[in-house]
């Protein structure tokens, strides 16, 4: 997959709604509700998602972070933000991790790294370079913000102030 793909599908070509603007535009209230029979908030899932740009970029970064013994670890015990505040900077880490993403996307010529495995849980079998990481997460992030899409219709928030399809 080309970089440019890899962009596009961060910032809302093709089949995808720009990631940012699936989360702009949400009151902390509305991010911290739980819809009857959904298993989480927007809140929780998006804190979720940081957890892990922020631990693939680390490891894009030459670092080696704990891999969770239990997946509970990436995902907030709260369903809500305590305050505004808090789902202020989960949105801003989000679009600055988003940010870091595209960065390191549009570089070809890097794309193609290898980057070492540090968790037997890292499975070998989704590749080694900086082009399957960053693909692997892409692929990550449109799940959940599938999920995410689709709390904010139950909620009656979609489409976001920005647009996207609404069938």
């Known amino acids: 997959m080309s970089d440019s793909v890899l962009v596009q599908l961060t910032h809302g070509k ?5 990631a940012s603007a699936c989360v702009e535009g949400l009151s902390a209230e509305t991010a911290g509700a739980v819809p009857a029979g959904a298993p989480n908030s927007i809140f929780q899932i998006v804190f979720h998602i940081n957890y892990w740009i922020d631990y693939e970029l680390q490891r894009l970064a030459g670092g080696s972070p704990a891999y969770p ?4 670890e990436s995902w907030p015990a709260q369903a809500a933000p305590r305050d505004a505040a808090e789902w202020t900077a989960t949105v801003e880490r989000f679009k600055a991790l988003l940010r870091e993403m595209t960065r390191l996307g549009r570089h070809s010529a890097g794309l193609g790294r290898s980057v070492v495995v540090t968790s037997l849980a890292d499975h070998a079998n989704m590749g080694k370079t900086v082009g399957d990481v960053l693909i692997q997460t892409v692929v990550h992030n449109s799940y959940h913000l599938g999920q995410v899409a689709l709390l904010r219709r139950m909620l009656g928030a979609w489409p976001p102030a920005t647009g996207s399809d609404t069938w």
Do not use: I, K, N
């Open 14 to 18: 093709g089949a995808h709604t720009d």
């Open 69 to 72: 013994e239990h997946a509970a």
